[in-house]
């Protein structure tokens, strides 16, 4: 089991970017995904998930109308839409993953010890 995240840079505030979780050795059709970042000094935090049953999506109150979680089965990836980038964006960026049957999604989304199974991440640094 292992997941892929890719597509972070550097960009200047106000841009975008399309960070990718790609999995590998299982599918992320069972899955619940979720994305954490975490910048220098700070803890780990959710800030997206999308559900496998309905793709139900959940973010964080800082990140919503920028933020867009989805996700493409027959890719096996899901991404994370960035729009409207701010210097508070910057962090490392991780996806992780947990059985559906075993998280709470409206409850425990975006909570990073919900997850089973994490990729390592990509940075996001944005200039103001």
């Known amino acids: 089991v292992q997941l892929q995240a890719s597509g972070g840079g550097l960009v200047n505030s106000g841009g975008s970017l399309r960070l990718s979780c790609a999995a590998s050795?299982?599918?992320?059709?069972?899955?619940?995904i979720g994305w954490f970042r975490q910048a220098p000094g700070k803890e780990r935090e959710g800030v997206s998930c999308?559900?496998?049953?309905?793709?139900?999506?959940y973010y964080l109150d800082s990140v919503k109308g920028r933020f867009t979680i989805s996700r493409d089965n027959a890719k096996n990836t899901v991404y994370l839409q960035i729009d409207d980038l701010k210097p508070e964006d910057t962090a490392v960026y991780y996806c992780a993953a947990v059985e559906d049957a075993q998280i709470y999604i409206s409850r425990y989304g975006l909570s990073p010890i919900a997850y089973k199974y994490w990729g390592q991440g990509t940075q996001v640094t944005v200039s103001s």
């Open positions: 050795g299982f599918s992320l059709y069972y899955y619940v």
């Open positions: 999308i559900s496998n049953s309905d793709d139900s999506t």
